[in-house]
């Protein structure tokens, strides 16, 4: 499976954003697809993430801002982020993999993971 991540940038605060994760190659069923992020001296961070069954989980410090989405016959995932804030600056990864629900938020437990998008968010 190959990821690629686009629609990084840079955007005001207050403003909204939206990343896609493309995957090519062979695809599995019961696939969980997420989006994490890395921000500069920080450790990674989950983001949110889309089961095969439609579940979805975010991360607290996203949550009721930011919805993860996805096209199966497109084979694309889309991360819609408003009310961006500077603390949301960070490099975005998407990553896919197989992890139990209690893994999901868990970066180790996704095999797959795309080159990262730069989102940077000014004052």
């Known amino acids: 499976v190959q990821l690629q991540a686009s629609g990084g940038g840079l955007v005001q605060a207050g403003g909204s954003l939206t990343l896609s994760c493309a995957a090519s190659?062979?695809?599995?069923?019961?696939?969980?697809t997420g989006w994490f992020r890395q921000a500069p001296g920080k450790e990674r961070e989950f983001v949110a993430a889309?089961?095969?069954?439609?579940?979805?989980f975010y991360g607290d410090s996203v949550k009721d801002r930011f919805t993860i989405s996805r096209d199966k016959a497109k084979r694309t995932m889309y991360l819609r982020m408003n009310s961006l804030n500077p603390e949301d600056t960070a490099v975005y990864y998407c990553?896919?993999?197989?992890?139990?629900?209690?893994?999901?938020?868990?970066?180790?437990?996704?095999?797959?993971w795309g080159q990262g998008t730069l989102v940077t968010v000014s004052s």
């Open positions: 190659g062979r695809t599995f069923s019961n696939t969980v």
């Open positions: 990553a896919a993999g197989h992890p139990i629900n209690s893994n999901v938020r868990n970066s180790n437990a996704y095999s797959y």
């Open positions: 889309v089961k095969w069954n439609g579940g979805e």
